[in-house]
Nanobody
Framework: QVQLVESGGGLVQAGGSARVSCAAS????????GGWFRQAPGKEREFVAA????????TYADSVKGRFTISRDNAKKTVYLQMDSLKPEDTAVYYC?????????????????????WGQGTQVTVSS
């Protein structure tokens, strides 16, 4: 069993930066891919980024590529999402999740059904 607790985010001005963190409990975390998703009001939950258990492989949605960076610290059982050059359209609730496997690529990272555990989410609001 894995429990996930997100923190960080809040209100940020457009062009600014924010970092959200996801602290996990449970032994399986370090052997699973970690992911971030987001959901804006009235929209479906969408993939943002994923990182393999080793941290050696990352995958990003096209909409955040070059602006967001996912990282992890397995000793601290924490996954981070650094968000730079934020835009109003980045406003959403951000959720962390733990994938079924230690590695994913392409479509294998994007689908919510590939993730076994989810956090409660943290709000990120970008003002224009």
């Amino acid at each position: 069993q894995v429990q996930l607790v997100e923190s960080g985010g809040g209100l940020v001005q457009a062009g600014g930066s924010a970092r959200v963190s996801c602290a996990a409990s449970g032994r399986t975390f370090s052997r699973r891919t970690g992911g971030w998703f987001r959901q804006a009001p009235g929209k479906e939950r969408e993939f943002v980024a994923a990182i393999s258990w080793s941290g050696g492989s990352t995958t990003y949605a096209d909409s955040v590529k070059g602006r967001f960076t996912i990282s992890r610290d397995n000793a601290k059982k924490t996954v981070y999402l650094q968000m730079d050059s934020l835009k109003p359209e980045d406003t959403a609730v951000y959720y962390c999740a733990v994938h079924r496997f230690d590695y994913c690529s392409g479509d294998g990272c994007y689908a919510t059904r590939q993730y076994d555990y989810w956090g409660q989410g943290t709000q990120v609001t970008v003002s224009s």
